[in-house]
Each structure stands twice: as C-alpha cells, then as structure tokens.
C-alpha cells in the first residue's frame, strides 16, 4: 500500500509501505478519507512523534470500510466507519483497535466522518469530562473557526453554556457566530484579557498558551477550570498565584495523543451516545474548508500553516 511518509528534510512523500497485518482485537480500514491536524505538522517538523506501537506516518483520524476483521469482531467486512487513531492516517489502509473505531453517523459522507473523532474527542474530553462544563456556565474557547473550535462551540452549546471565543479576522468571526458562540473576540482588533472581564468565565479550552494565559485568569469566576491543550501562542506565561489561590481556580494540562487506547475507547463510547445524534439531525456537523487528494497532503498543511482555513482540511482516496 501508500502512505505519506516525512522525510529527512521534513518533507511529506506519497510512498510504498507494507500492507497492515490483522492482529487480536484490531480491524484493518481501507481509507477513504483523513482529517488533518495541526498536530499533524508538529510531528512532520519531528516535534510531536506517534506514541510507540502507531506507524511513523501523520493522520490521527480517518473514514472508511473495514476490510479486515476477525471473526468474533463487533465490526464487520463492509462497515462504513471512522477512527481515532494514535498515526497512521495518511495511508490506504489503517490498522486501529476495535474500541477506537465507531460506526459512520447516518448521512454523513467519509470527508465529514473524517473530520469527526480528533476534534469532537478532544472538546468531549476537555470540556465534559475534565471541565465538567455545566448548563448556564460561561466557556472561553480559543481559536473559535478552527476545526476544534467548531466542534468545542457546537458541544458547548449542546450542554446549555455561553461561549466567549477568540478568531484572527472578520470572516472567521462571522463563521464562529453562525455556529452558536454568543461573544466573539477579534484577536486583532480588540484586547482579549479586557473582553473577558465584561463576560466572566467559568471554564477555558486553550490552544494557544502563551502569555494571554496568565492575564485572562483574573477573568475567571470561583472554581473556573481552565484547560491547556496546545501552545501555539507560547510555551511560557506569568501566572499570578493569588488569583490562583483566592478564587481556587484550576489549570490543567491535557493531551488527548498520550492517552491509553483504553481510555480514548471510553470517551469515544460517550462521543458516539451523546454525539453522533447530534450529528444525525444535523445539529451538528463539522465545517470542511478543504479538500485534497492524499498524495497532496504537502499543499494540505499549508492551508493549516497559514491559518486560512475555517473548519477543517482532508485528505481523499478513491
């Protein structure tokens, strides 16, 4: 089969890999179609590699058909599904453990599908199991129009929360409105840390780190939980203890990549029971910017690169 490999020079090549083998407890996906992730260009610049076990090329979600599975298997051959994967996305086929595959949401095509489980795991994970986001709440969500910003809006909504989230120019501010947030910032034009004293939050999904980190904190109400899941704005901020101490505010740390297999099983058990009648009825649903071949994966992370994307970018097979 083919993959997308990295080489040397950090550059992505459409090459000739092994074909997977079947093993207990997994299926083999003929893939269809891959989200990409920004995750996906941090490990192309060798700064985020697969967790051991998971195949050295990028894709940490895909759609497709099962084309293997043992016979005792909940899956069948022929089943239209999609994936979280640890890597290994970027191929024609992926070998995935049973418990991270789920069952393709009736009407949606293999490019939604593989915008679903990367995005959608990591805002059920932050926002409902670790943030405990409650209905009536306040959540601050940065990078609104990205595709994990789509998806953390449309599930904070469906919990009942207001949202406050942050975008880089006016037509991404319209894109964050039209899926539900409530109090859009421009990052650009206005002071974030000041918006949010007018609109207190109780719970913060955050990409970007940085120093903004430490100065919306004062911003956050008593026992607000903010959550870091990248840094794309900066690895280092000044945090002041006080506010920390006074209003027992919580910050925490999270990668939804390191996880067990295990437990991303478990969340994705949640994802698909709360979720995916959601996505069903079209109340919720991924945006795609997108869409490329998956030999094309080089000019896909541009797109990413140069953050022009609103919503998310795939990869296609025939």
Not at 99 to 121: K, Q, R, W
Not at 250 to 260: D, E, F, N, Q, Y
Not at 269 to 291: D, S, Y
Request: net charge neutral.
């Amino acid at each position: 089969m083919k993959a997308v490999l990295i080489d040397s020079e950090h550059q992505l090549k459409w090459s000739e890999v092994p074909d997977p083998a079947l093993k207990p407890g997994y299926v083999i996906i003929q893939v269809k179609a891959a989200g990409v992730n920004r995750a996906d260009l941090l490990q192309v610049a060798g700064k985020y590699p697969p967790p051991p076990g998971w195949p050295e090329w990028p894709g940490l979600e895909c759609a497709g058909i099962i084309e293997q599975a043992a016979p005792d298997s909940r899956w069948k051959i022929g089943d239209r599904v999609c994936a979280l994967l640890g890597g290994g996305g970027y191929a024609e086929k992926a070998l995935v453990p049973e418990g991270m595959v789920m069952p393709l949401p009736a009407g949606c095509s293999f490019n939604e599908a593989a915008c679903l489980p990367e995005v959608y795991t990591t805002a059920m994970l932050n926002l409902v199991r670790l943030g405990e986001l409650k209905q009536g709440e306040t959540v601050f969500i940065q990078a609104g129009a990205s595709g994990l910003g789509i998806a953390a809006i449309q599930i904070a909504k469906l919990v009942g929360a207001k949202v406050v989230t942050t975008v880089g120019s006016p037509d991404k501010a319209e894109a964050a409105k039209k899926i539900g947030a409530d109090v859009v910032i421009n990052r650009k034009a206005e002071t974030v840390d000041e918006v949010l004293q007018q609109n207190p939050i109780d719970l913060a999904l955050d990409c970007a780190g940085g120093a903004l980190l430490g100065k919306c904190l004062n911003a956050m109400n008593p026992g607000g939980r903010w959550i870091l899941v990248a840094t794309l704005g900066g690895e280092t901020t000044e945090i002041p203890l006080r506010v920390l101490l006074k209003k027992h505010l919580k910050v925490i740390g999270s990668t939804l990549r390191s996880r067990s297999d295990a437990e991303k099983s478990e969340i994705l058990k949640q994802l698909v029971e709360l979720v995916w009648p959601q996505v069903e009825k079209g109340t919720v649903r991924p945006v795609i910017n997108a869409v490329f071949p998956m030999e094309k994966a080089a000019e896909a992370h541009q797109v990413l690169a140069q953050q022009k994307n609103i919503g998310k970018v795939v990869l296609t097979l025939p």
